[in-house]
T-cell receptor, first 115, second 115 residues
Framework: EAGVAQSPRYKIIEKRQSVAFWCNPISGHATLYWYQQILGQGPKLLIQ????????DSQLPKDRFSAERLKGVDSTLKIQPAKLEDSAVYLC?????????????FGPGTRLTVT | AQKITQTQPGMFVQEKEAVTLDCTYD???????LFWYKQPSSGEMIFLIYQGSYDEQNATEGRYSLNFQKARKSANLVISASQLGDSAMYFC????????????FGQGTTLQVKP
């Protein structure tokens, strides 16, 4: 089966510009996660969707980050305006359900560089 | 608050030898899950192995085994018969008992397998 797809793979923008990332989860996966991975650190959860509803967005900087998952399938993550500290890899993951044994499958990530 | 600590930034191992990657965790919860993921240079996070806090036996998956010591709050990953393809970043993660499925990751350990 096809894995989690993400685009673009790389993006370079200047600070104060806006950017959007797209994620297409594995077909049938109800749960979708966006993680931020800063260089040298482990991923940190930004937001989690169950179908098209938000389950956890406690670590999402809501003054500049937004995310949506229309129709409970694809999702977009937006940053507006970007700051230098937003430079990171943004990973999307999906799972059939929230708990193990339904493991999370990760996409290849989008590497964002803010100059 | 839950926390995962990986104290080895980098490790080297000779091909065909075994290696242990350390992971300690901090939680006051009784029910939790522990995971190990592999992240090659391509960027995707690949699920390796899972251990539930109530599992009495250590988890094993092929060449991967998890040395679970609950009293010490450690969940070390053992890779037997290392292969060149095992060179990657390895992350330990914990799923707290909330039903969101959220993962909390450690800082990671870079493993290099020498021929």
């Amino acid at each position: 089966e096809a894995g989690v797809a993400q685009s673009p793979r790389y993006k370079i923008i200047e600070k104060r510009q806006s950017v959007a990332f797209w994620c297409n989860p594995i077909s049938g996966h109800a749960t979708l996660y966006w993680y931020q991975q800063i260089l040298g650190q482990g991923p940190k959860l930004l937001i989690q969707f169950q179908n098209n509803g938000v389950v956890d967005d406690s670590q999402l900087p809501k003054d500049r980050f937004s995310a949506e998952r229309l129709k409970g399938v694809d999702s977009t993550l937006k940053i507006q305006p970007a700051k230098l500290e937003d430079s990171a890899v943004y990973l999307c993951a999906s799972s059939l359900a929230r708990d193990y044994p339904y493991e999370q499958y990760f996409g290849p990530g989008t590497r964002l560089t803010v100059t | 608050a839950q926390k995962i600590t990986q104290t080895q930034p980098g490790m080297f191992v000779q091909e065909k030898e075994a290696v242990t990657l350390d992971c300690t965790y901090d939680t006051s919860d009784q029910s939790y899950g522990l995971f190990w993921y592999k992240q090659p240079s391509s960027g995707e996070m690949i699920f390796l192995i899972y251990q539930g806090s109530y599992d009495e036996q250590n988890a094993t998956e092929g060449r991967y085994s998890l040395n679970f010591q609950k009293a010490r709050k450690s969940a070390n990953l053992v890779i037997s018969a290392s292969q060149l393809g095992d060179s990657a970043m390895y992350f330990c993660a914990m799923r707290p008992p909330s039903n969101t499925g959220k993962l909390i990751f450690g800082q990671g350990t870079t493993l290099q397998v020498k021929p």
